[in-house]
């Protein structure tokens, strides 16, 4: 590809490329990187290496250019090598340097005294949090992210159920895509996807449901732009309940009443069997149903059924029903059957938080997944069905790593004795170690941090790593401050910055972030990448699994078992080249060996179980990340797979056979196409709260905001929250441009800039409310219902009503 003419699309696009100072930093020099050399290139004083991009689960290869003398970040350039990004980046990703740069990095640890944080050591700082783990490690609790890099995730995950015996140990991730985890599961008996980005290069129609990633994944998004400006017809269609920046380059757009999706995925499966289109072949020789027979009461495994069973209950979902529940025509219906009934077309379906963040999550994965089965839309490049991530990590760390309260690494669970028995051997613990009980998930673990003790809130402490709770919690008043007033609740939270999460914890530690610590993540394509420590963090900040390792060794220092082997050992014992054992938990010696990859090769040895083999560690060293299962050949080298379950690429597909889900539940190879029905959500506008609440992201900001709102060229661009309101919603209700309106929920009120026809367009009886400004916590009145198998939450639709403000 021509990287100019890329490079033009992208910026056509609206959504990716911004030319910045950064960038400019070398191009200015004129020796932009050439990408030849996998790991370090010079350029006079500027050094550079690769990294992955520090935001979102795109996982775009950046070159990072560091000036020797200043020993700071200075340029960053896209990594023309990556195959991810080929040479582009996004507004975000160009000005990644800037996020080590603000002004108020937390450099001390600092302990809460009365209504104050003071400063106080390092070693004060871990020995209150191993007396936090003494006094009750039942108690206590780690809450860490898909930001983790996966040592990190690994060590935390070790901490917790090796050392601890205790699996509260839940990432953020569970808020972002713990849906898209039940849904893969209940559908292949495995999680992640079957595709990879490569689908997006060869789909004839790309389906966005729900989902945004002309804002969200940008880079991806341009790789389809891209596509059709070199002449390739590629249709779009933009599933959504609100008109975005992908809606401009759809086309079609189908606007949908919330939760409706699942009566719009029934209605394709009706036409597929009406019309007789279905793929009848490899509905049968690869595939199952099933439905869960108890409503009331959902499980991951349901109940099996016969196809005959499926055709009767998908029957009532015709478009002409489904059209007047959903609001979409029955010609967008009918055109949705159609090209799922086309042999000829191939379809990727992308989605992320619109179906993810659902009190339905993991029922419209499973619809969705199982349109893709039933019209053999599956198994071959360009045909995919493909959940994407918000963080760079979700997979590589919460969903492999697994770091979630029931998983334990390789996608083994706590409550199977095989699986538990396997990690004692491989962490070579006493057998028994490891509780069978699975931990408290994220929701549950914020509500009991919230209740005191006397009420059966069980959880005393709570350990945050890389992530900001005190923003990102659904109802905030519910399951956030209230702990804040309990004196025995114990809040420790780890971070870079000052976030709302820092400015209530009992004790704060600073941390390393991205280039000044090693580390390792993985994308939403199964990617995992490496990158090296690059500069020094801020004086004061450690690396996160620094402090998981230090806290770890203070207790074995206190003679805490559960930190010690069934040997005696250290669980966290490292050695040199020479087998001489390196002090690692003490800050001066932490980067004498490299502490990521005995990690993670730690860490692969569990990989083969699932089939998500991975390569060792040197071998991420040399590329821009391996898709998983990474294989070794027999001349040595190590291969990639791009799409699994598929004989033509998948080395772990029975011989003879074209496609074998060979984790299926059902142990026979085959994968489930699951019914679900469509009821309603558990909270709708009615009189007293007439509108749909909305919440989500902008392209400019990720996430809470904590690094990109100090970055200046992006708080510049977008510097605070607004809620977007229909124009005629607005005129009715007597509501100007910018002015300042109040939205209540049942869960409390918060004061808001309107923004009428902004980037943004929601429909008639709907708000949307961004999420990353921390001075308006749009979560202190969304609603905390959650999926009753993900538990993931429903951050995209509540009821609210608008009033004006008096002057
Ligand atoms: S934010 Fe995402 S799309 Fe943008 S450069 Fe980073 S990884 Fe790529």
Same mark, same amino acid.
């Given at each position: 590809?021509?990287?100019? $003419?890329?490079? !033009?699309?992208?910026?056509?696009?609206?959504?990716?490329?911004?030319?910045?100072?950064?960038?400019?930093?070398?191009?200015?020099?004129? $020796?932009?990187?050439?990408?030849?050399?996998?790991?370090?290139?010079?350029?006079?004083?500027?050094?550079?290496?690769?990294?992955?991009?520090?935001?979102?689960?795109?996982?775009?290869?950046?070159?990072?250019?560091?000036?020797?003398?200043?020993?700071?970040?200075?340029?960053?350039?896209?990594?023309?090598?990556?195959?991810?990004?080929?040479?582009?980046?996004?507004?975000?990703?160009?000005?990644?340097?800037?996020?080590?740069?603000?002004?108020?990095?937390?450099?001390?640890?600092?302990?809460? $005294?009365?209504? %104050?944080?003071?400063?106080?050591?390092?070693?004060?700082?871990?020995?209150?949090?191993?007396?936090?783990?003494?006094?009750?490690?039942?108690?206590?609790?780690?809450?860490?992210?898909?930001?983790?890099?996966?040592?990190?995730?690994? &060590?935390?995950?070790?901490?917790?159920?090796?050392?601890?015996?205790?699996?509260?140990?839940?990432?953020?991730?569970?808020?972002?895509?713990?849906?898209?985890?039940?849904?893969?599961?209940?559908?292949?008996?495995?999680?992640?996807?079957?595709?990879?980005?490569?689908?997006?290069?060869?789909?004839?129609?790309?389906?966005?449901?729900?989902?945004?990633? +002309?804002?969200?994944?940008?880079?991806?998004?341009?790789?389809?732009?891209?596509?059709?400006?070199?002449?390739?017809?590629?249709?779009?269609?933009?599933?959504?309940?609100?008109?975005?920046?992908?809606?401009?380059?759809?086309?079609?757009?189908?606007?949908?009443?919330?939760?409706?999706?699942?009566?719009?995925?029934?209605?394709?499966?009706?036409?597929?069997?009406?019309?007789?289109?279905?793929?009848?072949?490899?509905?049968?020789?690869?595939?199952?149903?099933?439905?869960?027979?108890?409503?009331?009461?959902?499980?991951?495994?349901?109940?099996?059924?016969?196809?005959?069973?499926?055709?009767?209950?998908?029957?009532?979902?015709?478009?002409?029903?489904?059209?007047?529940?959903?609001?979409?025509?029955?010609?967008?219906?009918?055109?949705?059957? !159609?090209?799922?009934?086309?042999?000829?077309?191939?379809?990727?379906?992308?989605?992320?938080?619109?179906?993810?963040?659902?009190?339905?999550?993991?029922?419209?994965?499973?619809?969705?997944?199982?349109?893709?089965?039933?019209?053999?839309?599956?198994?071959?490049?360009?045909?995919? /069905?493909?959940?994407?991530?918000?963080?760079?990590? +979700?997979?590589?760390?919460?969903?492999?790593?697994?770091?979630? &309260?029931?998983?334990?690494?390789?996608?083994?669970?706590?409550?199977?004795?095989?699986?538990?028995?396997?990690?004692?051997?491989?962490?070579?613990?006493?057998?028994?170690?490891?509780?069978?009980?699975?931990?408290?998930?994220?929701?549950?673990?914020?509500?009991?941090?919230?209740?005191?003790?006397?009420?059966?809130?069980?959880?005393?402490?709570?350990?945050?790593?890389?992530?900001?709770?005190?923003?990102?919690?659904?109802?905030?008043? $519910?399951?956030?401050?209230?702990?804040?007033?309990?004196?025995?609740?114990?809040?420790?939270?780890?971070?870079?910055?000052?976030?709302?999460?820092?400015?209530?914890?009992?004790?704060?530690?600073?941390?390393?972030?991205?280039?000044?610590?090693?580390?390792?993540?993985?994308?939403?394509e199964r990617r995992t990448q490496q990158w090296f420590r690059m500069v020094e963090p801020p004086k004061g900040a450690r690396d996160d699994a620094w402090q998981t390792i230090a806290v770890a060794r203070k207790l074995y220092d206190l003679g805490f078992e559960g930190m010690k082997d069934k040997d005696g050992k250290f669980i966290f014992a490292m050695q040199d080249e020479k087998g001489k054992e390196v002090p690692v938990w003490k800050w001066e010696n932490y980067y004498d060996i490299n502490v990521d990859k005995q990690l993670f090769e730690e860490y692969r040895l569990f990989s083969r179980m699932k089939h998500k083999n991975l390569a060792p560690y040197d071998e991420y060293v040399k590329a821009r990340g391996l898709r998983w299962p990474v294989v070794e050949q027999k001349d040595g080298t190590w291969r990639e797979t791009q799409f699994r379950f598929a004989a033509f690429d998948d080395p772990f597909v029975e011989k003879g056979k074209k496609i074998d889900f060979y984790h299926?539940?059902?142990?026979?190879?085959?994968?489930?196409?699951?019914?679900?029905?469509?009821?309603? /959500? /558990?909270?709708?506008?009615? !009189?007293?709260?007439?509108?749909?609440?909305?919440?989500?992201?902008?392209?400019?900001?990720?996430?809470?905001?904590?690094?990109?709102?100090?970055?200046?060229?992006?708080?510049?661009?977008?510097?605070?929250?607004?809620?977007?309101?229909?124009?005629?919603?607005?005129?009715?209700?007597?509501?100007?441009?910018?002015? %300042?309106?109040?939205?209540?929920?049942?869960?409390?009120?918060?004061?808001?800039?309107?923004?009428?026809?902004?980037?943004?367009?929601?429909?008639?009886?709907?708000?949307?409310?961004?999420?990353?400004?921390?001075?308006?916590?749009?979560?202190?009145?969304?609603?905390?219902?959650?999926?009753?198998?993900?538990?993931?939450?429903?951050?995209?639709?509540? &009821?609210? !009503?608008?009033? %004006?403000?008096?002057?």
């Amino acid at each position: 590809m021509d990287r100019r $003419k890329f490079l !033009k699309i992208a910026a056509l696009t609206t959504a990716t490329a911004a030319a910045n100072k950064l960038a400019y930093a070398q191009e200015s020099a004129g $020796k932009a990187p050439q990408g030849d050399d996998a790991t370090t290139m010079m350029s006079d004083s500027v050094v550079w290496n690769k990294a992955p991009c520090r935001f979102c689960g795109t996982g775009c290869h950046l070159q990072v250019g560091v000036d020797k003398k200043k020993g700071k970040v200075v340029a960053i350039a896209g990594d023309r090598k990556a195959e991810v990004n080929k040479g582009l980046a996004c507004v975000k990703g160009y000005h990644a340097g800037l996020l080590l740069y603000g002004s108020d990095r937390l450099t001390t640890p600092m302990l809460k $005294k009365g209504d %104050k944080h003071v400063p106080i050591s390092w070693d004060e700082a871990l020995s209150i949090v191993a007396k936090r783990v003494l006094k009750d490690p039942s108690g206590f609790a780690f809450y860490g992210s898909g930001q983790w890099t996966i040592p990190e995730g690994y &060590a935390a995950q070790k901490f917790m159920k090796g050392g601890l015996a205790c699996n509260h140990i839940d990432p953020n991730a569970r808020l972002c895509m713990s849906s898209a985890v039940t849904g893969f599961e209940s559908t292949y008996g495995v999680d992640e996807p079957a595709g990879t980005f490569t689908d997006l290069d060869k789909a004839d129609v790309i389906i966005c449901w729900g989902n945004n990633p +002309a804002e969200m994944h940008p880079v991806l998004f341009s790789r389809i732009i891209d596509r059709r400006s070199r002449g390739e017809k590629v249709e779009l269609i933009d599933l959504g309940t609100r008109r975005t920046r992908t809606t401009d380059h759809a086309d079609h757009y189908m606007e949908f009443n919330p939760q409706t999706d699942l009566a719009i995925a029934n209605c394709i499966s009706q036409q597929l069997i009406a019309n007789g289109t279905y793929d009848r072949e490899f509905v049968e020789k690869y595939c199952n149903f099933r439905k869960d027979n108890d409503l009331s009461n959902p499980t991951l495994k349901g109940d099996a059924t016969t196809f005959e069973d499926y055709k009767k209950l998908v029957a009532e979902y015709t478009p002409e029903m489904v059209s007047e529940l959903s609001g979409l025509s029955v010609a967008q219906l009918q055109h949705l059957g !159609k090209i799922f009934g086309d042999p000829k077309k191939k379809i990727t379906s992308l989605w992320c938080m619109g179906m993810n963040q659902h009190t339905r999550g993991t029922d419209i994965n499973r619809l969705v997944h199982g349109i893709h089965l039933l019209s053999g839309k599956f198994g071959s490049p360009g045909n995919a /069905p493909t959940s994407l991530t918000g963080q760079p990590s +979700a997979c590589g760390t919460a969903r492999e790593v697994g770091t979630l &309260a029931h998983l334990l690494p390789g996608g083994r669970l706590v409550a199977k004795p095989e699986h538990r028995k396997d990690a004692e051997e491989y962490w070579n613990l006493p057998a028994g170690r490891i509780n069978p009980t699975p931990g408290y998930h994220t929701v549950k673990m914020w509500e009991k941090f919230s209740t005191p003790s006397d009420k059966g809130g069980d959880i005393h402490t709570i350990w945050v790593q890389v992530t900001n709770p005190g923003q990102s919690l659904p109802n905030l008043e $519910k399951l956030f401050y209230p702990s804040r007033k309990l004196d025995d609740k114990f809040l420790i939270v780890s971070d870079g910055y000052p976030t709302e999460s820092t400015r209530h914890a009992d004790l704060i530690l600073p941390s390393a972030m991205w280039v000044e610590k090693n580390g390792m993540v993985g994308n939403s394509e199964r990617r995992t990448q490496q990158w090296f420590r690059m500069v020094e963090p801020p004086k004061g900040a450690r690396d996160d699994a620094w402090q998981t390792i230090a806290v770890a060794r203070k207790l074995y220092d206190l003679g805490f078992e559960g930190m010690k082997d069934k040997d005696g050992k250290f669980i966290f014992a490292m050695q040199d080249e020479k087998g001489k054992e390196v002090p690692v938990w003490k800050w001066e010696n932490y980067y004498d060996i490299n502490v990521d990859k005995q990690l993670f090769e730690e860490y692969r040895l569990f990989s083969r179980m699932k089939h998500k083999n991975l390569a060792p560690y040197d071998e991420y060293v040399k590329a821009r990340g391996l898709r998983w299962p990474v294989v070794e050949q027999k001349d040595g080298t190590w291969r990639e797979t791009q799409f699994r379950f598929a004989a033509f690429d998948d080395p772990f597909v029975e011989k003879g056979k074209k496609i074998d889900f060979y984790h299926s539940t059902t142990n026979d190879g085959r994968a489930q196409i699951w019914f679900a029905p469509y009821t309603a /959500p /558990p909270e709708m506008p009615d !009189k007293e709260y007439p509108l749909w609440l909305c919440t989500g992201r902008v392209l400019e900001h990720w996430h809470s905001g904590t690094m990109t709102m100090r970055i200046p060229q992006l708080r510049r661009a977008m510097p605070q929250a607004y809620v977007e309101i229909n124009p005629s919603d607005a005129r009715e209700m007597g509501i100007a441009n910018g002015e %300042k309106v109040r939205l209540v929920t049942r869960r409390g009120q918060l004061d808001l800039p309107a923004w009428i026809n902004g980037r943004g367009k929601p429909p008639k009886g709907s708000v949307f409310v961004p999420w990353f400004d921390e001075r308006l916590l749009i979560n202190l009145i969304t609603l905390d219902a959650h999926c009753p198998i993900s538990k993931q939450p429903d951050y995209k639709k509540c &009821a609210v !009503k608008i009033t %004006k403000i008096a002057e």
